[in-house]
């Protein structure tokens, strides 16, 4: 690909749009490649597009935050529910547990955070941290990703 690119390059027929989109491959070109190198990298970015996709659409269905906090507060928990997605846990076993240990330390953050904390938690936390919320369990149409 890289020789028919150098080669096309060279012709002076060449179009505008053409020869843009060529040296635009040639400065990119490592990039664009990557891939062949190394196999765990994706070929393109759907993966951190579907990942974007429900904040923006939300943002959209909600009308934007409306302030600056509860803008930072909304992306702080896209951030913390997208972690918890990412090491495969229920996001509402995950939730309900974190807000029952915030209410039974007087409505306060827990003082010990690695209990809730993915790369903290040992095998059996974890195991407990992927199933279904007991409240949620066997609820017709819920999400328990």
Not at 65 to 90: Q, Y
Not at 111 to 119: T, Y
Request: some cysteine.
């Amino acid at each position: 690909m890289a020789a028919r690119r150098d080669a096309e390059l060279a012709e002076s027929s060449l179009k505008t749009a053409a020869l843009k989109v060529l040296q635009i491959m040639t400065r990119h070109w490592s990039g664009l490649t990557v891939f062949v190198d190394h196999p765990e990298a994706p070929m393109g970015n759907n993966a951190a597009e579907r990942a974007i996709r429900p904040p923006v659409i939300g943002r959209k269905n909600f009308y934007g935050s409306g302030s600056r906090w509860s803008g930072e507060l909304a992306a702080t928990m896209f951030s913390v529910l997208m972690t918890v997605k990412h090491w495969g846990i229920n996001s509402r076993t995950w939730l309900n547990a974190y807000l029952q240990a915030c209410a039974a330390n007087g409505n306060q953050p827990p003082a010990e955070l690695s209990a809730f904390l993915p790369w903290g938690m040992d095998a059996k936390g974890l195991a407990a941290m992927r199933r279904v919320a007991p409240d949620h369990a066997g609820a017709a149409g819920i999400d328990s990703s």
